[in-house]
């Protein structure tokens, strides 16, 4: 079955940089999508990036453009989010999504918190 395992979060002044991981299994990883979302304490959950089928195109939501990078590594199935130049804005659990044959999968996500 599809699984999705995020990792990495933790807690970090402004300014400071982290990077998410989600390791995937249970699908054929190079054919799929690939999505970052995040949802803040009281707020309704929102996409931040997203990494094309082919990992030609990747598109951000503009608050997080020019600050997070999205990547992948196909050989260990493993999405990346490389978050610089924190906010406390940015604080928020975040979470790893795919969607397979109409399904949304989504990981148990992993907590970000900017402050200092």
């Known amino acids: 079955q599809v699984q999705l395992v995020e990792s990495g979060g933790g807690l970090v002044q402004p300014g400071g940089s982290l990077r998410l991981s989600c390791a995937a299994s249970?699908?054929?990883?190079?054919?799929?999508?690939m999505s970052w979302y995040r949802q803040a304490p009281g707020k309704e959950r929102e996409w931040v990036a997203s990494?094309?089928?082919?990992?030609?195109?990747?598109n951000y939501a503009d608050s997080v453009k020019g600050r997070f990078t999205m990547s992948a590594d196909n050989a260990k199935n493993t999405v990346y989010l490389q978050m610089n130049s924190l906010k406390p804005e940015d604080t928020a659990m975040y979470y790893c999504?795919?969607?397979?044959?109409?399904?949304?999968?989504w990981g148990q996500g992993t907590l970000v918190t900017v402050s200092v």
């Open positions: 990494f094309s089928t082919t990992g030609s195109i990747t």
């Open positions: 249970g699908f054929t990883f190079s054919s799929y999508a």
């Open positions: 999504n795919v969607r397979v044959r109409w399904v949304n999968y």
